[in-house]
């Protein structure tokens, strides 16, 4: 390959209401390689991909293509198209009521419609010289999600595109469409075509990538070749923590007596969902606090959406307290003493529009049955006892939770599982974009909660807070269990080569 970039972006920065996003970021991408944007979430990628792409309109830097010394403004997704770069989303943006060879030429040319002969003809030597099964005049939602994923691609190239990105596409692909799409992917490498390769799967970028480029909080950690950053370096650079830079953090917890011989809370055997997670075991004990670590989109969440019925649960077995039940859907998991706060408070936690009373008697009416409402009184009673309980900051019971800050909202919600008091507690992401003083609270009482008996599994982005938090933790990689930790294990350094995997 020729030492020669199709793109230079030079000391990007954007900024918003509060939140400078990027920093003077440089990056670099050569003609015919596949470049993975590596970083956690908040990192910066998305939006250097939308400045890239004319969704957002750069503050400060330059971008320049083909080595011109001439730098280019790119000011919409139209302009982007016109010099070259294509991108496809994780989600399709294909219409799939349309067939193959009408989702390739839509909108580009209005002669070519006209022609149908035409275009069906030029669709099928597309199709054919990438090796895509599928055929000109077959309905693309007939296709499977990958042969779409490929059709989006086959219409970027066939735009004469000259840089690619490629946003999440595998995360809803199984393995042997993942190959498909790599062979793709290396096809049109070979053609030249530099590829931005945006993934959270470490084995993909491995496989398939020649370099890396990490961010970090709106800034440029580092551009690596793929043979110079192992692993385990590429996993301490995300997460911006240096393998031994580890000090003993876990808080002082007062242990549950759980006795002799008591049976898990809850076990599960080969528990598998239709989120695309492998098959996976887990136990919770009485009073335990345990957790699901790895980086984001490793499978932490999906893991736990299982357990809660949140998915559709396709495969396995579950037992509480030694005894066999059935959890196919979250009422069920909530009649087996089960709560969930799940990771996006916005989409899957508040009611807007509903009081702050309203939300914490939510899901104990739903058990009680909306047909035995709580009178006024003791809602009011039970939502102000939970208000003074978390110290939620709000006017009154009666204020609309979506007034109130996130990290009160995310009180509410905790408060909601709470009254419904019980036995197993998830809670996804329950301190992200929260002040330090209400984390520390949260922390704490979760603490508190398994001292006086209730089990717990914490999940969180920030690896310090894990370890301070929980006894035992569940290691994920790319949507697997890989490993689980517990007492001497238990330390920054052991997680994070674990969440590497092969790396020493």
Known sequence: MKDESVLEMRGIDKSFPGVHALQGVDFTLRKGEIHALMGENGAGKSTLIKVLTGVYSKDEGKIYLEGNDKAVEIRSPQDAQR?????????????????????????????????????????????????????????????????????AIARAVDMECRVLILDEPTSSLDEQEVAKLFKLMRDLKAKGVGIIFVTHFLDQVYE?????????????????????????????????????DMADIHGEQTAYDKGADMAPVLEAEGLVSDAGIKPFDFHINKGEVNGFTGLLGSGRSECVRTIFGADR??????????????????????RNGIGYLPEDRKIDGIVGDLSVRDN????????????????????????DEYIKLLSIKTASS?????????GNQQKVILARWLFTHPEYLILDEPTRGIDVGTKIDIQKLVLKLASEGMSVTFISSEL???????????VMRDRKVVGELSGDDLNQSKVMSTIAGGDK
């Open 83 to 151: 010099l070259g770069i294509s991108t496809v989303y994780q989600e399709i943006t294909l219409c799939p009521n349309l067939s193959v060879a009408e989702n390739m030429y839509i909108g580009r040319t209005e002669n070519m419609l006209l022609n149908w002969k035409k275009i069906n003809s030029d669709t099928d030597k597309i199709l054919k010289s990438l090796d895509i099964p599928a055929k000109p005049t077959q309905q693309l939602g007939s296709c499977s999600i990958a042969v779409q994923q490929m059709i």
């Open 208 to 244: 398939v990538c020649d370099r890396i480029t990490v961010m970090r909080d709106g800034k440029l950690v580092g551009e690596y070749a793929i043979k110079d950053l192992p692993r385990v370096q590429l996993v301490s650079k995300m997460l911006g923590k240096e393998l031994d």
């Open 313 to 334: 649960v396709t495969g396995g077995k579950v037992k509480m307290n030694g005894k066999p039940v059935k959890i196919s859907k979250p009422i069920d998991a909530m």
């Open 360 to 383: 914490i008697i939510l899901a104990q009416q739903v058990l009680k049955g909306f047909f035995k409402p709580f009178s006024k009184a003791e809602a009011n009673k039970i939502a």
């Open 398 to 406: 009666d204020t609309p939770i979506k007034s109130l800050s996130g």
């Open 464 to 474: 310090d807070e894990m370890l301070r938090t929980c006894s035992r933790l569940i």
